[in-house]
T-cell receptor, first 112, second 111 residues
Framework: DAGVTQSPTHLIKTRGQQVTLRCSPKSGHDTVSWYQQALGQGPQFIFQYYEEEERQRGNFPDRFSGHQFPNYSSELNVNALLLGDSALYLC???????????FGSGTQLSVL | GESVGLHLPTLSVQEGDNSIINCAYSNSASDYFIWYKQESGKGPQFIIDIRSNMDKRQGQRVTVLLNKTVKHLSLQIAATQPGDSAVYFCAETPNDYKLSFGAGTTVTVRA
């Protein structure tokens, strides 16, 4: 049984560009949450998707957007990249909105 | 703002000894608490959780203690092993939807 898978594992972009990160949830899970983890910090909640809609959002600007597909996979989009967007982006899935989260290994984004 | 923090950023422990990792939280509305372990290059891995209607919960070699009076959470690891070396995060949420993580404690196990 595959766990949460994220792609790509590493990504390098330049300021002003746009990026799309992808996540496939664990089998049987229908809820996907995204977190940003800066170096040396704990993960920060970006948003949660359930039934293809954004249900909860953390303190992130509108440059951060997402999508959930009918097969429960999800994308995180970041527009107009800033140097400060460099971080590890983690996807977590759960069976329902209030259940235990399982995290993927993340996408390491570097903005130059 | 509300946040979850850890008392010590690093902890060095002798192999075979017990480890205690502490965490203070400030959101009195939080009712669900989780400990995660994160190894280098990996995402956080669930260790154990506890709800606010409990003050202690035990797993395999781990115990979580919750003191709601002083808003304190701790993780005890029995007979610490080299594989326990990692960064440990406590997380809390008032609604089970959005987890707030602390900055983490780096545990190093000495042989």
């Amino acid at each position: 049984d595959a766990g949460v898978t994220q792609s790509p594992t590493h990504l390098i972009k330049t300021r002003g560009q746009q990026v799309t990160l992808r996540c496939s949830p664990k089998s049987g899970h229908d809820t996907v949450s995204w977190y940003q983890q800066a170096l040396g910090q704990g993960p920060q909640f970006i948003f949660q998707y359930y039934e293809e809609e954004e249900r909860q959002r953390g303190n992130f600007p509108d440059r951060f957007s997402g999508h959930q597909f009918p097969n429960y996979s999800s994308e995180l989009n970041v527009n107009a990249l800033l140097l400060g967007d460099s971080a590890l982006y983690l996807c977590a899935s759960s069976r329902g909105r209030k259940e235990k989260l399982f995290f993927g290994s993340g996408t390491q984004l570097s903005v130059l | 703002g509300e946040s979850v923090g850890l008392h010590l950023p690093t902890l060095s422990v002798q192999e075979g000894d017990n480890s205690i990792i502490n965490c203070a939280y400030s959101n009195s509305a939080s009712d669900y608490f989780i400990w995660y372990k994160q190894e280098s290059g990996k995402g956080p891995q669930f260790i154990i959780d506890i709800r606010s209607n409990m003050d202690k919960r035990q797993g395999q070699r781990v115990t979580v203690l919750l003191n709601k009076t002083v808003k304190h959470l701790s993780l005890q690891i029995a007979a610490t092993q080299p594989g326990d070396s990692a960064v440990y995060f406590c997380a809390e949420t008032p609604n089970d939807y959005k987890l707030s993580f602390g900055a983490g404690t780096t545990v190093t196990v000495r042989a």
